[in-house]
């Protein structure tokens, strides 16, 4: 697993705290598709013989999804929205209630039936929690574990026991109460589908049983049927076993010889089954402790397993894309199928077998789950070896088994991730590539594709879209989740500016500034503020008082002379409602969060948004910024004929266009002083170049006509000053600009 940055912050550094990070990520059209691997899928039989089956399934994306399984194939019916990293487990217990476990370091609930809702969240883990295992006949306990060896097992009703069960709860919100003898965890109540408005600190908190003993990452957990029996697996090579009533060691099994990915337990507690990096699978007898069985069948990772209810038979799959059923007493196996990416994860479902894959779709299979002896009668089947390299040598020598099925029964379409990303100079644009080949055009100022190449050259494309701009770097994007993800950290994210004109933006005049991070956050937050206003009236109060009644920072930053306390959304800005992005971000109580930029309700306040977003949202604040003036000096070319217009060091903003700097020439050269309209700046000199003529001031006769030079090279009137600096100038001293007079005919 790639350890990658979240959108919080989770480090207990000495360093500089750093300021929260509001991310936004673009969803597809089609938001009933995963557009990243699969890690997990859990089937849900139905209670009543006529209703449907639903099978749930955890992505690399950071949702999870219901489907309604019925004769016409399979239909989402709801997508889970909470995690703000990749889902990498998820299991079913009482019947309606699905756990998940996320690299955001989490274990959420659900409940099944819902339109999404999240019920509770365990904040006990400190790093990427990798996989859960439950009791089938006893609702209450989940065990989790991950990443630096913690193992945790839940009693979900205890867990919130003094709270209503319809109420989300962050359970264990410390960063160091990681087990039972650990500080008192703080809890919170939250109200509604998602809502993360309202917190209550209960004065103990709930803390799970901590299985201690596992020196590194865990990677594979199972459970006995009544919850008192847990089997537990990962890079230490070994099976360990656990009394999950209270976290006590039972036995240590040794015997594989690299990471163990996959653990089963028979229901009469006697009998695991597991599966590994070394290939190997091996049958362990809990009672005699050690390992009566060892199975050769793979060639390499064993990532998956499946076993039928009598436990006479094993499904497995892994890294070499190949799906086996195994007879466990007479050694037989036979080669189902092969799918195009690596298996994940087995669900048997009826005569069929659901498989997960790095791929975003899932396939069903013909399994014979009910009567696996069919398939064997069918021919084709080997003895497995009991040595990995047995396997590896017959691979080699060709007798590679034929797949009993080619095609899948049934499959649920995901549609391509995105695996590739360039940030364009004009850092409005992004070219992404997806795993199809795809490569697309991305407006990220309002979430848009606005230009599908198809499957074309990646790098080609790069170079025809390269334009000679310089605009500071105001974000930061990933892919991770399968889609462009957008990060914004201040103040970094308010360094750039553009002029309404540049953006085509008709209701403000040309030369005003408009900062690209502000309007950004407008569009983002539209909708939150409509509802803001609707529910508590008014925006805020002078003193800071936002409407809610709790109040956020005083300010930190300075007003944006420019702003006007404009709440208007430009058309460069305006976010789609069909497709909306989703927030990923935390404020100063909860931890971080997801949801749709639509589904915001207006309730959410500092305790959720970072103070920076409110202050720029709600006050018209930006922080102190620095950088964004450019200092030069403007001299007559050598052997022209044109005066000296200044002597010292001149400041203008970066984003001023050379044509400005003609301007200001012209003047000075016809009225031997600039004009004072010329900026709200400052004055000319030690102040700045900006503006343009005053409104009114007759036009010359004789107009000189001007050029600029850098380095002996003409400039365009349209480039900016930066990226004269950038791509003529070249040197970290101050920039020079020589003008001479063109002679016109």
Sequence with gaps: MHRVGSAGNTSNSVRPRKEKRLTYLFNDADDTKHCAGVNCLSVLKPSEPDNYSYLFT??????????????????????????????????????????????????????????????????????????????????????????????????????????????????????????????????????????????????????????????????????????????????????????????????????????????????????????????????????????????????????????????????????????????????????????????QQLALHDDGIWVATTDSSVHRWHSEGLNPEKVFQRGGSFLAGNLSFSRARASLEGSTPVPMYREATSSINGIPGIVQHEILNNKRHVLTKDNAGSVKLWEITRGAVIEDYGQVSFEKKKEELFEMVSIPSWFTADTRLGSLSIHLDTPQCFSAEMYSADLSITEKAEDDKINLARET???????????????????????????????????????????????????????????????????????????????????????????????????????????????????????????????????????????????YVVEKMVLDKPLDSLSSDGAFGPGSVDGSFRSGFKPWKLKPSIEILCNNQVLSPDMSLATVRTYIWKKPEDLVLNYRIVSTR
Excluded at 137 to 148: D, E, P, Q, R
Excluded at 254 to 275: E, K, V, Y
Excluded at 296 to 307: E, G, N, Q, R
Excluded at 616 to 641: M, Q, V
Aim: net charge neutral; with cysteine; glycine share 8%.
């Design 58 to 343: 955890g992505s690399r994306d950071g949702t999870l999804k219901r489907w309604a399984l019925g004769e016409e194939g399979a239909t989402c019916s709801t997508t889970f929205e909470s995690h703000v990293d990749w889902v990498n487990d998820a299991v079913l217990v009482g019947g309606n209630t699905l756990v998940s476990c996320s690299s955001d370091t989490t274990v959420k609930t659900w409940d099944c039936f819902s339109d999404g809702t999240c019920t509770r969240t365990f904040r006990q883990h400190t790093d990427y929690v990798t996989c859960l295992a439950a009791a089938e006949n006893n609702s209450n306990i989940v065990a989790s574990g991950g990443l630096g060896g913690e193992v945790f097992i839940w009693d979900l009703e205890a867990a919130v026991a003094p709270f209503t069960k319809t109420s989300e709860v962050a359970v264990g919100d410390s960063s160091n109460g990681i087990n039972g003898s650990g500080p008192v965890t703080s809890l919170r109540s939250i109200s509604s589908s998602n809502s993360i408005t309202s917190h209550t600190n209960q004065p103990q908190g709930y803390v799970p049983i901590s299985a201690k003993g596992h020196k590194e990452s865990v990677y594979a957990l199972a459970m006995n049927d009544s919850g008192t029996l847990l089997v537990s697996g990962g890079t230490e090579k070994a099976v360990r076993v656990w009394d999950s009533r209270t976290g006590a060691k039972i036995m240590k099994l040794r015997g594989h010889t690299d990471n163990i990915r996959a653990l089963l337990l028979d229901s009469t507690r006697r009998f695991c089954l597991s599966g590994s990096s070394d290939s190997m699978i091996r049958l362990w007898d809990l009672g005699q402790q050690r390992c009566v069985h060892s199975y050769a069948v793979h060639t390499d990772s064993v990532w998956a397993l499946a076993s039928t209810p009598t436990f006479s038979h094993v499904y497995s799959g892994g890294r070499d894309l190949s799906l086996y059923l195994t007879d466990l007493s007479t050694r037989e196996s036979v080669l189902l199928c092969t799918e195009e990416h690596p298996i």
């Design 521 to 663: 956050l407008k569009g983002l937050l539209v909708h939150w503020l409509a509802k803001k206003k609707h529910k508590f009236g008014s925006q805020t109060s002078a003193n800071g008082e936002v409407a809610s009644g709790r109040s956020i920072t005083v300010s930190r930053g300075e007003v944006d002379g420019n702003g006007e306390n404009d709440s208007k959304v430009y058309p460069p800005f305006a976010f789609s409602t069909v497709s909306p992005p989703s927030i990923i971000t935390e404020g100063s109580q909860s931890g971080p969060w997801r949801k749709k930029i639509t589904d915001l309700d207006g309730t959410e306040d500092e305790k959720e948004f970072p103070w920076w977003v409110l202050d720029c949202i709600l006050h018209n604040r930006l922080p102190p910024r620095e950088h964004t003036k450019c200092s030069f000096y403007l001299h007559p070319c050598e052997g022209s004929a044109a005066q000296i217009l200044t002597q010292g060091k001149l400041s203008a903003p970066r984003i001023l266009r050379i044509h400005k700097v003609v301007n």
